[in-house]
Nanobody, 118 residues
Framework: QVQLVESGGGLVQAGGSLRLSCAAS????????MGWYRQAPGKQRELVATIAIGGRTNYADSVKGRCTISRDNAKNTVFLQIASLKPEDTAVYYCSAFIVQTYKYTIWGQGTQVTVSS
């Protein structure tokens, strides 16, 4: 069973920055795409950014220019650096990974709360 564990959330003032981490653990697996999503209260979960195994990235328009997604394939870890945080960035941030074992499937982390105060 592969699991994702996120870390790095917290309370930040507007204009500040934050770095989220997400590490995958388990046995005999590889990861293709990894990504970050977020869900604010009363809203649907939305894409923040994704990164392919080769490094190609994709960002939501709402975070372009403020956000950098990166990954360490050797450590099965993905990172999300967010700068110039806004109150509207407040949400639970979820990590996802497309796992390849005997079959392929997507898994999610438990989520980490990011709260931006004005």
């Amino acid at each position: 069973q592969v699991q994702l564990v996120e870390s790095g959330g917290g309370l930040v003032q507007a204009g500040g920055s934050l770095r989220l981490s997400c590490a995958a653990s388990g046995s005999r697996f590889s990861i293709e795409d990894m990504g970050w999503y977020r869900q604010a209260p009363g809203k649907q979960r939305e894409l923040v950014a994704t990164i392919a195994i080769g490094g190609r990235t994709n960002y939501a328009d709402s975070v372009k220019g403020r956000c950098t997604i990166s990954r360490d394939n050797a450590k099965n870890t993905v990172f999300l650096q967010i700068a110039s945080l806004k109150p509207e960035d407040t949400a639970v941030y979820y990590c996802s990974a497309f796992i390849v074992q005997t079959y392929k499937y997507t898994i999610w982390g438990q989520g980490t709360q990011v709260t931006v105060s004005s």
